[in-house]
């Protein structure tokens, strides 16, 4: 494997393009970051370089677009951005192209696939194919389970949830849902609610809320890799699959990861602390098999 900088003009951010080392290249994908990932140097774009390399693969990585005000990068840049990669890449290349998304980078990659006709291969790890309100739902219960707290605590956190998802719509009282905060905040189980302690401005929107991916994902035709974790503690996995089997590609490839999480790894549950040595051996199968054949 070859990596280079390279200047991709769209793009806002510096960018890495990871070549074969030897024999002809057939192909090119690129990468799209979770949300705690966003740099084009991380070890599970690494290890997708590694693994892709030696089938005659190019890997394009680069720094995801700079949040505002601390809130999430839109989807629609977010996808924009990996348009624009891909684009690039298929002037230089000439050939076959292709998203790798994880988490969620998987939901801006769906948004792309289903916009564009040319891709080859669409390989998602730890796709949700719920809204991103729906899927913090999940997730914020699934770590309270894990950690012991009883349903009353769990009932207590939807509540919650709920009522701070109506005040981000514009909806919801925010004086009652600022004291509603407030008190959770003493709640031994706060630390894993994924909420601020206080309300965002006045002015705030999570634009991406209630995205649903389902009429995105019915668009999505080219073949399409989906893995996740059996221990999966972020995403719905079961309900994911059901909607893109419901939805999806009529060549879809669903791939389970025996001891991992929502990362593809069995010994680094920490998003800061992975790496390449740390990735499942199975995730590494899964992905040659799909864009190996």
Known sequence: MVSIDVSVPALAGPALLH???TGVTRGAVVALHGAAFPRRDQPLFEHLARTLGPLGLAVLTYDRRPSVDGSDVPLADQAADASAALGWLAERYRLPVGLYGFSQGAWAACVVAAERPDLTWLALVGCSGVSPAVQMRFHADEMLRRAGFDQSDRDQLSRLRLAVEDVLRGQGDREAT????????????????YLPP?????????????????????????????????????VPADESVRVWRR???????????????????????????????????????????????
């Open 178 to 193: 600022g004291a509603l905060l407030a008190q959770a905040a003493t709640r031994p189980w706060f630390p894993l609610a």
């Open 19 to 21: 070549t074969p080392g």
């Open 198 to 234: 206080e309300l965002p401005p006045e002015d705030f929107r999570w634009d991406d809320l209630d995205f649903d991916p389902a009429p995105v994902i019915s668009r999505v035709g080219c073949p399409t890799l989906l893995v996740y974790g059996d221990q999966d503690e972020a």
């Open 247 to 293: 939805e999806g590609s009529r060549e879809l490839t669903v791939a389970g990861l025996p001891g991992c999480g929502h990362l593809p790894t069995t010994s680094a549950p920490d998003a800061e602390s992975i790496t390449v040595e740390d990735i499942s051996p199975d995730y590494t199968e899964a992905l040659r098999a799909f864009f190996g054949g």
